[in-house]
């Protein structure tokens, strides 16, 4: 249903809404999990053959992942050797410094997508109760789509604003709901049961979809997805080392993926997203 031109008078009901999600942020935010909680892994591990499939059919022109894809073991029985995921200050691996090799439109495409992403990490810093956050990338948008050209360039990260980078899923924490059982998603590769929901409410309350016609906000939404693709190319070195040369890459990205999300769900990258990657959370797209 579209959304009416005239302003519309605030409602009891409205009201009542926002009254109830600043409760829902009162609660407290959810303990950071420990270990695996992985009851799936059986369907999970099939999908992330699939997603790995995906990923090498447009990484074959690449000698080193078609020598590396035979040295993943057929024997799952390691996963219960696999370290398990404890509460750390530190992630568990920090990825390599970005490739030099992409190009000037590549990270053009970056910026812009992550400029018309962030009203929708605004809503959720909003909804967080993190004022401060949604200030901060209030201005970086503002600041970018002017003096940037519409976001092509991150003027704002080199006067020394780096965007605040969050999610529905991380709303969720903050309002109290556990982390749930880890799965691997079609395409979109590791993830868990509150990030799963929180993926799918981010596609719907995107203000994108209510603020641009049709199709205008389609095309604008996608848009969002490309610093995703930019990453595969800038982190490739280290992605692939993980999914084409680690004995057991779902194990290993599990443990990945797992223990820096609860890190920056703890706080510990706060304010440093603009340098470091979630490389298994942005691994296929989003």
């Known amino acids: 249903m579209a959304v009416p031109r005239q302003v ?15 409760l829902l942020a009162a609660c407290g935010p959810a303990p950071v999990a420990t270990g695996v909680d992985d009851p799936y892994e059986a369907s999970n591990r099939k999908v992330h053959d699939f997603n790995k499939k995906l990923d090498t059919a447009f990484q ?8 590396n894809t035979a040295v993943e073991s057929a024997d799952t029985t390691m ?18 410094a970005a490739r030099s090799g992409v190009s000037p439109l590549a990270q053009g495409l970056n910026n812009f997508g992550r400029n018309l992403d962030h009203p929708r990490m605004i809503l959720n810093s909003l909804l967080q109760l993190r004022p401060g956050d949604a200030a901060r990338n209030t201005m970086r948008f503002g600041i970018n789509s002017t003096l940037g050209l519409g976001g092509v360039f991150d003027v ?60 205008t906000n389609a095309v604008a939404v996608a848009f969002t997805l490309a610093p995703d693709v930019v990453d595969r190319v ?4 280290t992605v692939d080392s993980v999914l084409y040369g680690s004995a057991d890459s779902y194990a290993q990205s599990r443990q990945i993926y797992l223990q820096n999300r609860r890190y920056d769900l703890g ?20």
């Open 234 to 237: 800038k982190y490739a070195d």
């Open 8 to 22: 519309c008078p605030v409602r009891p009901g409205a009201i009542g809404g926002l009254v109830l999600l600043a």
């Open 156 to 215: 704002a990260r080199v006067a020394g604003m780096p965007e605040r980078t969050t999610d529905f899923g991380e709303t969720l924490h903050v309002w109290g709901v556990p982390e749930g059982a880890y799965l691997e998603l079609p395409v979109i590769g590791p993830s868990t049961q509150r990030d799963a929901a929180g993926k799918v409410v981010d596609f719907a309350i995107n203000p994108l979809w209510y603020v641009l016609g049709t199709p």
């Open 79 to 96: 996963v219960a050797d696999a370290p398990a995921v404890a509460a750390s200050p530190e992630p568990v691996a920090a990825p390599e």
């Open 60 to 67: 074959r022109d690449k000698p080193e992942v078609a020598n």
């Open 267 to 286: 706080g510990g990258a706060v304010g440093s997203n603009d340098e470091s990657i979630d490389l298994y959370e942005d691994l296929y797209a989003d």
